[in-house]
């Protein structure tokens, strides 16, 4: 693969669990990420506190997440929800994060080139996201077939090739990003006014086989039709569950050992050994009592 000297900005969107690992991520985004610019942290203003041992790094930004385009922010999101019948409140901000990625776009940061990264993931060698001047998407093995229903409801087609593009990661291209989301914006089969409102109106939550959207396969099949020649793919040896070595508590020792072997780990805090997953099964205590109280406040 020939090295590009394309520059680019990362956008890591960062939900409260993650605000103390996030230092970590920085660290090796800046280390091995070639081309790498400014690195965005879009996240809840509240999260900014949690947040302020990133001032060491000289290209790290804060941007509110509801505050990035008028169109989106976390209420708009639960109204859509709650109009399709889901009322849970601990599923807006997976939907929400998936929505940010695009949103960028809009914003007044986007250049020509952005990565998007997962707050819960470090880049264990040097990695480059372009082949001399074409961006690289990373191909994965994964198929759940309501993204596609939603696919479909959205832009009128499906499924387009034989793998997925659900990566840790995403190279987006801002005239591209900004083409869909005009194009899923004038659906007029599609209920709502906005692309945030025509993409969750979509979404079927009675469906109950997990998540319905995938904002990775959808981008990524809306290049393979109609800009086949932009991005070229690529495989990287990943490892989700790197986590299950010692959680986030892994010594760099650890992580030179796994470099060995892999270019990318991530750090989920469900695949920490005991006793470092205590605080993620009190997490889910926690969003069990909040769906309880939504169901009773329902009745």
Not at 100 to 105: G, M, N, P, Y
Not at 159 to 169: N, Y
């Amino acid at each position: 693969m020939e090295q590009s000297n394309k520059k680019f900005d990362v956008l890591i969107p960062v939900a409260r669990k993650d605000t103390s690992f996030v230092k970590h991520v920085v660290t090796y985004i800046n280390k091995f990420i070639i081309g790498c610019e400014n690195i965005y942290i879009v996240s809840n203003k509240n999260n900014f506190g949690r947040l302020g041992h990133l001032h060491i790094f000289p290209n790290v930004e804060l941007l509110d997440e509801n505050e990035l385009v008028p169109e989106l922010n976390f209420g708009i999101v639960h109204e859509c929800m709650k109009k399709k019948g889901e009322r849970r409140p601990n599923c807006v901000g997976w939907y929400f994060q998936q929505l940010l990625k695009f949103a960028f776009a809009k914003s007044k940061w986007a250049k020509e080139y952005y990565l998007t990264w997962d707050a819960d993931t470090i880049p264990m060698s040097p990695l480059s996201f372009f082949n001399e001047n074409q961006p690289l998407f990373t191909k994965k093995i994964e198929y759940h077939e309501p993204y596609f229903i939603t696919l479909n409801r959205i832009l009128g087609f499906g499924k387009l090739v034989d793998f997925s593009f659900i990566a840790e990661h995403m190279m987006f291209n801002t005239l591209i990003v900004k083409e869909m989301l005009d194009a899923i914006s004038d659906n007029c089969n599609a209920n709502g006014n906005t692309w945030v409102e025509k993409i969750m109106l979509a979404c079927d939550f009675t469906d109950k086989r997990g998540s319905l959207f995938s904002e990775f396969e959808t981008y990524g099949n809306y290049c393979v039709k109609y800009h086949p020649e932009v991005y070229g793919t690529r495989q990287l040896n990943t490892f989700r569950a790197a986590g299950l070595i010692s959680g986030r508590h892994i010594t760099k020792k650890s992580l030179e050992r796994l470099a060995l072997d892999v270019s990318i780990a991530s750090f989920e805090p469900r695949d920490a050994p005991f006793p470092y997953n205590i605080s993620w099964y009190m997490g889910r205590v926690k969003n069990k009592l909040r769906n309880i109280i939504a169901d009773l406040l329902r009745r």
